[in-house]
């Protein structure tokens, strides 16, 4: 395929996950306190689906990984928050099948998505082992946000949550910088100067509370 077209694929899905946080980010300062708006949730699926294209056609397992666990807690916060059913029932069937149905397309032609992720001259497998390692840290905080939110009963963004973010965010700009990827080096600082500043939010907002 074009590699303009790829290109393009992978920076859409970027904005979207930058507009994502900087959405979340003035909402949060006119608040003063982390919030989780509806619109975050709503572009982070979108991104996911398009990242996950994007990853395909660039030969990058790191990508596809650490999007597939996420893909579906963005649709679970949506769910929480009331605005999954408002989605044309059209629509939600396309947002939940094609991940699976794509899983199951790899599976049914393990050879070639073997040889077309894993087996690649100019990728060392240590660094695909780095670079899933860097997602699989970065899917994490999905995974905990997933768990708090359900433990406290709504969808939040927790201090915990920001701080696994920019942890992986080090690690797949790392990732990134080796593989000479524009898409990933973008999209990852942009939201480290959002996730060090959700932090700096959340410790303030813990400050203001013990004062009281």
């Not at 100019?122 to 390692?133: A, E, K, N, S």
């Not at 709504?154 to 080796?178: H, Q, R």
Request: aromatic content about 16%; proline content about 2%; glycine content about 6%.
């Amino acid at each position: 395929m074009n590699p303009y077209v790829v290109l393009g694929v992978g920076l859409l899905a970027q904005v979207l996950f930058s507009a994502r946080l900087l959405i979340q980010w003035i909402a949060s300062e006119r608040a003063k306190r982390v919030l989780s708006p509806v619109i975050f949730w709503q572009l982070s699926m979108i991104a996911s689906f398009l990242l996950c294209l994007y990853g395909w056609l660039r030969n990058d397992f790191a990508i596809i990984s650490g999007q597939l666990v996420s893909y579906y807690i963005y649709i679970w916060n949506l769910k929480e928050k009331g605005a999954w059913k408002k989605v044309h029932r059209a629509l939600r069937l396309l947002f939940l099948g094609t991940p699976l149905a794509a899983v199951l397309w790899f599976l049914l032609d393990w050879d070639y998505t073997f040889a077309h992720l894993f087996t690649q001259e100019d990728i060392p497998v240590w660094l695909i082992v780095f670079g899933t390692l860097g997602q699989f840290t970065f899917t994490l905080r999905f995974v905990y946000q997933w768990w708090y939110s359900r433990r406290v009963g709504e969808s939040v963004l927790p201090m915990n949550f920001w701080l696994i973010s920019l942890t992986g965010s080090v690690m797949i700009i790392s990732y990134a910088l080796i593989r000479h990827d524009l898409v990933l080096i973008l999209g990852q600082s942009t939201g480290v100067v959002a996730y060090t500043r959700n932090i700096v939010l959340l410790y303030r907002e813990r400050v203001r509370n013990r004062l009281r």
